[in-house]
């Protein structure tokens, strides 16, 4: 054991907290900010935007129900922004139903930055939350660490949007974490490809292509992962690829991640040789990168005041306390690559799925991590089980909760009240006004 004393600077003192740049970091940043908070946000990266930049997630899921679009307020800013800067796919549809919508990371870099830039938020990329200081259930700092040191922060509302609800569960908040025996949904390492003939692979589709029985036959594979979510359009010749599961992977242990991330880009060169011998359209492909983060799906999910759950995703649950809908499948994929858990994963992705115009509600009391005064939760580390967490963790749902969070925080700190405690409909009206999808409030 190391003893570890010294004192920090407080460099940062402010009414709002944000630990985390992606979706659910940025909407909780700049929807506090537009509440008149002062506000920091840091991000370990060097960009914002989480697994749809640094990770390259080729393709956001529905932002929109068929009827109605749910990520309303900052995440159809996110969405009208980045069709303004050219950044989705030139097969994407504006008005497609479910508001489906590829992702030119470069472009989404730049969306996000400015934003971010326009609101006067302070901020700090290249920048790690290291320790949580509480006592009696409130958080009284957090230490950060840049290239110029460690310091502290203290803030009247801290919000986790680490995704892997790192604030929440250093500070004490209870929490779940996988299955029942503890396993979590397999990892991905995305990837950026070049050389890709797009008008030779929508005549394959259209044929009904499958490819990937014969290539397990043949050993193309050193493990027979079922599952391929597969390559998106994402430029003229380019594609983003969801593919390769780094299974047995858990995204709170550096070493874990270690190990995923160095076999997930071994990994690829199977994949480039699957593709280039069996697919059509792909002959030519050049892998260009790979991504700086690991795609992890699933990690903690911080116990809060109500945990939603499948029975709310089949009754399309509305709460008095809503601050969002979605409408997002059960998409669980599998933590082992067996035909078991494939069939599985199929299984769940067919039966718990809503019809057009149909949603679920999401209640405030999902944000407030049980035992924590004045630490919110927004993004996939809410509290919900382990099925409803598969269908609110994608990036249209991460603005929702973010959003909700960044308005709640922005009113606890201003009225100095617990998170537990603050009048839910005065939040309702705020996220009305930025936006929001709120037909029950």
């Known amino acids: 054991m190391v003893t570890y004393s010294r004192e920090l600077p407080v460099r940062h003192q ?22 008149g908070a002062s506000v920091l946000l840091i991000e370990g990266t060097g960009c914002f935007g989480g697994m749809g930049t640094v990770g390259m997630v080729p393709a956001f899921m529905q932002f929109a129900d068929g009827v109605n679009f749910l990520a309303g307020g900052i995440g159809r800013e996110v969405y009208d922004r980045l069709w303004e800067a050219k950044g989705a796919s030139p097969d994407d549809r504006y ?16 969306v996000y930055d400015q934003m971010v830039v326009e609101s006067g938020i302070t901020y ?14 409130a958080v009284e700092a957090v230490v950060c660490a840049g290239k110029s040191g460690p310091y502290a922060v203290r803030a009247g509302i801290y919000v986790d949007a ?15 974490k996988g299955d029942d025996r503890g396993k979590m949904m397999a990892g991905t390492l995305c990837s950026l490809w070049a050389n890709v003939d797009w008008t030779a692979i929508r005549a394959a589709m259209q044929r009904g292509e499958d490819e990937l029985p014969r290539a397990f036959a043949d050993g193309v594979f050193s493990v027979p992962d079922r599952h391929l979510p597969g390559m998106w359009r994402v430029g003229q010749t380019l594609a983003g690829g969801n593919l390769g599961h780094t299974f047995g992977v858990d995204g709170t242990d550096e070493r874990s ?22 697919m059509t359209g792909y002959s030519e492909i050049e892998l260009a990168a790979t991504g700086a983060l690991l795609g992890i799906r699933e990690t903690r999910r911080i116990v809060g005041d109500y945990q939603l759950n499948l029975a709310d995703f089949q009754a399309r649950a509305v709460f008095p306390d809503e601050i969002g809908r979605y409408s997002y499948p059960v998409d669980i994929h599998a933590s082992d690559p ?17 019809g ?26 809410i509290s919900a089980d382990r ?26 700190s201003s009225m100095d009240q617990d998170v537990h405690e603050i009048e839910v409909s005065e939040v309702q009206g705020r996220l009305k006004e930025l936006g929001a999808y709120l037909p029950n409030a």
């Open 14 to 35: 402010v009414d709002v907290f944000v630990a985390g740049g992606g979706p659910a970091g940025i909407a909780a940043a700049l929807a506090a900010a537009r509440q």
């Open 95 to 110: 008005d497609d139903p479910l508001r489906h919508l590829s992702i030119h990371a470069e472009t989404l870099k730049r």
């Open 124 to 137: 700090a990329l290249m920048t790690q939350m290291v320790d949580v200081i509480a006592a009696d259930g």
């Open 162 to 176: 680490t995704g892997d609800g790192d604030l929440a569960a250093w500070a004490g908040a209870p929490y779940e």
């Open 257 to 278: 991640l270690t190990e995923a991330l160095v076999y997930g880009r071994q990994l690829m060169t199977e994949y480039e040789l699957f593709y280039r011998r069996y």
């Open 338 to 354: 067996s035909a078991e858990a494939f069939d599985k994963l199929m299984e769940g992705l067919h039966s718990f799925r809503l």
């Open 356 to 381: 057009i115009g149909e949603s679920y509600g999401i209640p405030y009391r999902t944000l407030t991590p049980k035992g924590l005064s004045n630490v919110l939760v927004a993004g996939r580390c």
């Open 387 to 412: 099925p409803l967490q598969g269908s609110v963790r994608v990036m249209p749902g991460c603005y929702i909760t973010g959003q909700a969070a960044g308005v709640a925080a922005a009113l606890a």
